[in-house]
């Protein structure tokens, strides 16, 4: 075994993959174009960090539990001019500086007029930059949080929700809570109030939380707690999967 087989098992038992697979390639490339050590060794370490990173965002993806890989080009902004009013924001928020600053977002409006497929797109680009995420709509969240009060495993599973940089309730105001549910919902709101962002898309505004949680009070501090630092956008218009009938 050549001195550099050995250097390639070394990497590799280290774990540096990348590293390993590349060297003999960086090696000869080195002899040929004289490069110094540091430039092939920076060459050799830069490979392995883009291995790292495709791999952390691979992860991140499967973590995030989204069904489809949405981008906002593929978003209609001209089908209402709610939409068009409201593109800057979106586009703006696509920055992520909103989970840097860990502010919230609700995207309120009737079924078809844009709401889950901008929250969609948000969670897309976060997943592509290494931020971890959750997408889930409101009653499996309650329906898992339920059974879990029930198995006696509720404090896993509301880290599970409570944990994520951005967690995505989507559907919410489809189905009431009832008691339990709103005052489950009411933990993982409060426990990333001010700490991580939420995005909420919902069929119902403020004014009538009251149908989705068990009570007004429930209702008056969840909007509370959400109100206080995010983006509210009022999508209107007709349902955009009407479009084509």
């Not at 060297?23 to 920076?42: D, S």
């Not at 919902?202 to 009570?215: C, M, Q, R, V």
């Not at 501090?221 to 995010?230: E, G, K, N, P």
Request: proline share 2%.
């Amino acid at each position: 075994m050549t001195e550099l087989d050995h250097l390639k098992e070394k990497l590799a038992r280290l774990q540096l993959r990348a590293m390993a697979q590349n060297l003999e390639h960086a090696v000869r490339e080195a002899a040929e174009q004289n490069h110094g050590v540091l430039t092939t060794l920076n060459r050799l370490a830069d490979l392995e960090l883009e291995r790292r990173r495709l791999n952390a965002v691979k992860l991140r993806w499967e973590q995030a539990r989204l069904n489809e890989k949405r981008t906002i080009d593929q978003f209609d902004f001209n089908h209402h001019k709610s939409r068009k009013e409201h593109k800057s924001r979106i586009l703006n928020l696509l920055s992520l500086e909103f989970i840097r600053e860990r502010m919230d977002m609700i995207l309120i409006g009737n079924p078809g007029t844009g709401k889950t497929f901008p929250a969609q797109c948000i969670a897309a680009q976060a997943c592509n930059a290494n931020i971890k995420v959750l997408f889930t709509s409101a009653v499996d969240m309650i329906n898992h949080l339920i059974a879990a009060e029930a198995d006696h495993s509720l404090l896993k599973k509301l880290d599970y929700y409570q944990s994520p940089a951005l967690l995505v309730c989507d559907e919410i105001g489809f189905l009431p809570l009832g008691q339990q549910g709103s005052n489950l919902f009411f933990q993982v709101i409060s426990a990333r109030h001010q700490k991580k962002s939420t995005i909420l898309t919902t069929n119902l505004p403020f004014a009538e939380w009251g149908k989705i949680f068990d009570s007004t009070t429930v209702a008056t501090a969840i909007a509370d707690r959400l109100v206080h630092r995010s983006e509210v956008l009022i999508m209107d218009g007709t349902s955009y999967r009407r479009k084509d009938h």
